[in-house]
């Protein structure tokens, strides 16, 4: 299938929610998606050898609700991105992300993730045969640089040198990546940021469209940032109050702010169909103790939703009941 449309950025992509490991998952999508009804959610990084080899649906299934959706693949063999991408298109995924930024010593040794930024022939060999398999738009997520490579020259021929190979759209995580000595919690914390390489990006490659990601949160002038790329990507900000997350969608999408009984209506409704297929009440209550931040009540909300005794009884009421301490 040959990719008629290889760059679709959308309205979706002003506001995107970040692949996340371990967080961004299809329960925390669908609370991202009550939150920000416009906006692109990406999943966790899903490693193509999970794809091929795994438990396809585990990694695959997603509720419809969560459309527009990107899956983050994590890999570096041309041949096995594009069978990924052949397998995934039965899920209907509305686009799929390479990983170049990902900066942890498993994927450090399995050679992709911000690995990859120092083989820009290879990414774009990698997008040219997931292009190759689907219509649907292929991203990618970098950094700025890594510790034995940086500076400005470096990113812009990483970029330019992808971007001719067929990608047309990129997230850029404001930091390099530091590949030894320095954990993935504080990649993400401790290289200092730096958007005028991103906004310099913009000016540069006026074809190709730029999403900002790394440090953004309650504090930043998203009206600024906009003028200065296509979109933002939030990521922990969101995570840790969804909230937020509502705030951003009502000021980019305009979309209505949420009510939070109605979101906590829906989940307990999500949770109830979840439970009957099977899914753990944990596996989604895991990702609600966000919720009411700052708010009186808050801590019974969380002490009840993270009971192990209250939690054994995998029973979604148990939403509602925590919902009527939370004053």
């Not at 021929?157 to 990546?177: L, N, P, Q």
């Not at 990521?235 to 109605?262: D, M, N, V």
Request: charged fraction near 20%.
């Amino acid at each position: 299938m040959t990719n008629t449309h290889p760059h679709k950025f959308g309205d979706s992509h002003r506001l995107c929610t970040a692949p996340m490991l371990d967080w961004s998952d299809r329960h925390c999508r669908y609370l991202f998606r009550l939150f920000a009804p416009k906006a692109m959610v990406y999943t966790e990084m899903v490693s193509a050898g999970a794809i091929l080899h795994g438990d396809r649906e585990k990694h695959l299934d997603f509720s419809k609700e969560e459309h527009p959706i990107s899956l983050q693949l994590g890999g570096n063999s041309p041949e096995d991105l594009a069978n990924c991408v052949k397998i995934s298109n039965q899920w209907g995924y509305d686009e799929f992300n390479i990983n170049c930024g990902c900066p942890s010593e498993r994927v450090q040794n399995g050679n992709f993730g911000a690995t990859l930024m120092l083989e820009p022939s290879l990414v774009g060999d990698c997008v040219k045969a997931m292009s190759s398999e689907t219509d649907a738009t292929i991203s990618v997520k970098h950094r700025l640089g890594l510790d034995s490579a940086n500076g400005y020259g470096f990113l812009s021929d990483f970029v330019g040198t992808v971007s001719e190979a067929g990608c047309k759209m990129f997230v850029a995580h404001a930091r390099i990546a530091v590949l030894s000595g320095m954990s993935p919690k504080k990649n993400r914390e401790v290289p200092a940021l730096n958007y005028d390489y991103v906004y310099q990006l913009k000016k540069d490659f006026p074809d190709c469209s730029f999403i900002l990601n790394g440090g953004l949160d309650q504090s930043t002038d998203y009206n600024e940032v906009l003028t200065q790329v296509d979109g933002v990507m939030i990521g922990r900000a969101a995570y840790h109050t969804p909230e937020f997350l509502g705030t951003l969608s009502h000021q980019i999408h305009l979309c209505a702010s949420p009510k939070i009984e109605a979101i906590v209506s829906s989940i307990h409704r999500y949770a109830q169909e979840q439970v009957k297929k099977g899914v753990y009440l944990r596996a989604i209550t895991r990702h609600l103790l966000g919720l009411f931040h700052g708010v009186k009540g808050a801590k019974n909300w969380r002490r009840l939703l993270s009971s192990p005794e209250e939690l054994s009884k995998n029973d979604a009421g148990l939403i509602l009941k925590a919902y009527e301490l939370v004053n």
